[in-house]
């Protein structure tokens, strides 16, 4: 992605700040449909599969051809509409998640309307009545548009911090 | 474990299987030497490896093996443990190299295993102590290739591959030979954990059409599953062999190619035999889901994800690797034809990615009843608790005049394949 070297205001920074949150909140609150409205009708979600390599063959460590998530904002949308159709079993009862979203960094692109927005993100995951949780560390890497009615993703990138997945699907959102 | 295995080997006489064995540790230690180390276990495609260098990491269980492509093409099947201090050489998952070296006291060894080198060798070791064609990294006791599908085994006895996947072949090629190129792996296997026992899984897979329309119903609202009920596996067919275990939907439009074009269905009659083919002429759709013994499983299906685009058919190969009592790990592979064209493949990855692996809207809900399950069984009272496995009999007999081996069953809503896989589960166990 082409970035310009375009001045990033405090004005700027608090706005993307603010949707990041609010997309948060969102998907802690399980308003899904209300999150799925924050995509770009061509917007992409993907979160390559992670594999170790060594060192020195660390730039192979994403195939970034390859996903547990790989959507468009269709597919998205059917993972949406699934979990109101009351019989989404592995989120009846529905994950307690809270998501982190943290040390943001903002680099304007060669399009006016666009910004690069990465950020570190930290998911707690809880079900049931176990007192386990889940913890998903992940940097992300949004492609994100300014629209007519606010901001909104074009593009996810989850980069997760594991290999083999700690958690025992990804029946929740990044 | 003679009393315990007694007890279960009475239950399934009665058909019934007691739901503690999805959680019992002691039985774990059991299936661990009588099962996973006397049975072909699957490790890998030879499509992930496909150049001189490339290594992946894999494992029966807690063993852990480097398989590599070396020098002259050849595949090994070596364990990842060093043969002075027993280090495990390759920390990787995957990568490509020259040879492994251990990072403790420099030991050398090549793709195939050889040791290569030894740092200060001339001066520490007697030549008869320290030989080098003696002391190379150990090969799986048994290797052997089908189809580029590799297996280990851990029994130098064990019958050969051929010989142990028997008649299964004939269902497993429909998987692996529709097109003259068969199947290559697309992107890598997704690994993730789950408190479920490795059995369910393979006992779903095995033969559990029956838990489609109920399981999956939130997928037909979603799309993904592209069919307008959960039942069509229900009037398919259901074929039984000792150790395998197939599901064939009803034919219709949608279950009689899996959603493959023309061009592929065309080579796959081009492929695959006379009898093979025979099975096509009998109503039912290729095969779909099945299991070898004891924790392979594949699944071929459509799957939508896309509203202007026709359902694509997806290739999964998984592994239900055992942690312990009630808990495994799951391998899932995406395949595709590997001569397809490059859109072809993306969209039958499209359909995996929603359908299977760790987001996969299937997959969700198949875990989710096994994880409750597993739960379930881990209580004092519970564990004895006898579950019905007595579905089809005396309601189905087989079928006369099915041109494949094995019995079939005019049913896929059925228990034979389960029966079976639970009857070579307890003899293993008793051997």
Aim: charged fraction near 25%.
């Amino acid at each position: 992605m082409p970035v310009s070297g375009r001045t990033i205001t405090l004005e700027l920074r608090q706005e993307i700040e603010d949707f990041l949150y609010l997309e948060a909140e969102l998907l802690d609150r399980c308003a899904f449909e209300q999150w799925l409205q924050l995509f770009t009708e061509d917007a992409s979600y993907r979160m390559p599969v992670r594999t170790t390599h060594e060192r020195r063959l660390q730039d192979r460590e994403f195939d970034e051809s390859f996903g547990h998530f790989d959507e468009t904002r269709e597919m998205l949308g059917m993972r949406v509409r699934r979990l109101s159709s009351r019989t989404a079993w592995a989120e009846d009862p529905p994950s307690r998640t809270r998501h982190f979203v943290t040390n943001l960094r903002i680099r304007a692109t060669t399009k006016s309307d666009e910004i690069l927005a990465t950020t570190n993100l930290l998911v707690y995951r809880n079900r049931g009545d176990s007192p386990q949780h889940d913890l998903l560390s992940a940097e992300r890497h949004d492609l994100l548009r300014r629209t007519e009615s606010g901001w909104k993703i074009s593009e996810r990138r989850i980069y997760l911090d594991q290999a083999t997945l700690g958690t025992l699907n990804l029946s929740i959102f990044l | 474990m003679k009393l315990e295995l007694n007890r279960i080997a009475e239950g399934l006489e009665r058909n019934e299987i007691p739901l503690g064995v999805f959680a019992n540790p002691e039985l774990y230690e059991f299936e661990k030497r009588r099962i996973f180390a006397r049975n072909w276990c699957y490790l890998s495609h030879e499509s992930e490896i496909p150049k001189t260098g490339d290594f992946i990491q894999r494992y029966i269980l807690d063993d852990s093996f480097i398989v590599s492509r070396d020098e002259a093409g050849d595949v090994n099947v070596l364990l990842n443990a060093c043969r002075y201090r027993g280090l495990g050489l390759c920390k990787a998952e995957k990568g490509n190299t020259r040879n492994f070296k251990c990072p403790y006291h420099g030991w050398v060894y090549g793709l195939d295993g050889s040791l290569r080198d030894v740092p200060y060798k001339d001066e520490l070791f007697a030549t008869d102590s320290l030989r080098e064609t003696e002391w190379g990294l150990v090969p799986a006791p048994r290797v052997e290739i089908w189809n580029s599908m590799i297996f280990a085994n851990l029994d130098h006895n064990a019958p050969r591959l051929e010989t142990y996947l028997g008649d299964a072949r004939f269902y497993i090629e429909f998987y692996t030979n529709k097109t003259e190129e068969g199947l290559e792996v697309y992107g890598v296997p997704q690994r993730w954990v789950v408190d479920a026992d490795w059995k369910l899984a393979a006992d779903n897979f095995v033969g559990d059409g029956y838990h489609t329309f109920i399981t999956h119903s939130s997928t037909i609202t979603a799309g993904s599953l592209p069919a307008p009920g959960g039942e069509f596996l229900k009037d398919g067919v259901q074929v039984v062999l000792e150790n395998f275990g197939v599901g064939f939907a009803r034919q219709d439009s949608l279950f009689n190619s899996l959603a493959y074009p023309p061009s592929i269905m065309q080579q796959v009659r081009q492929n695959l035999s006379t009898s093979q083919l025979q099975i096509l002429d009998q109503g039912v759709s290729l095969p779909t889901h099945s299991t070898l013994f004891p924790n392979l499983s594949f699944l071929n299906a459509p799957g939508g994800y896309a509203a202007s685009a026709p359902p694509a058919p997806y290739m999964t190969f998984r592994v239900w690797r055992p942690l312990a009592a009630g808990k495994t790990e799951i391998w899932s592979w995406c395949l595709v034809e590997k001569n397809s064209t490059e859109e072809f493949k993306q969209a039958c990855y499209r359909a995996y990615v929603i359908s299977f692996g760790a987001s996969g809207t299937l997959e969700q809900d198949d875990a989710e009843n096994w994880m409750t399950i597993t739960k379930a069984a881990r209580g004092n009272f519970s564990a004895t608790l006898p579950l019905n496995y007595s579905m089809g009999l005396r309601k189905q007999k087989p079928m006369k005049n099915w041109p494949g081996p094995g019995d079939a069953y005019p049913m896929d809503f059925s228990e034979f394949a389960q029966r079976a896989f639970w009857r070579k589960w307890l003899a293993e166990l008793q051997r």
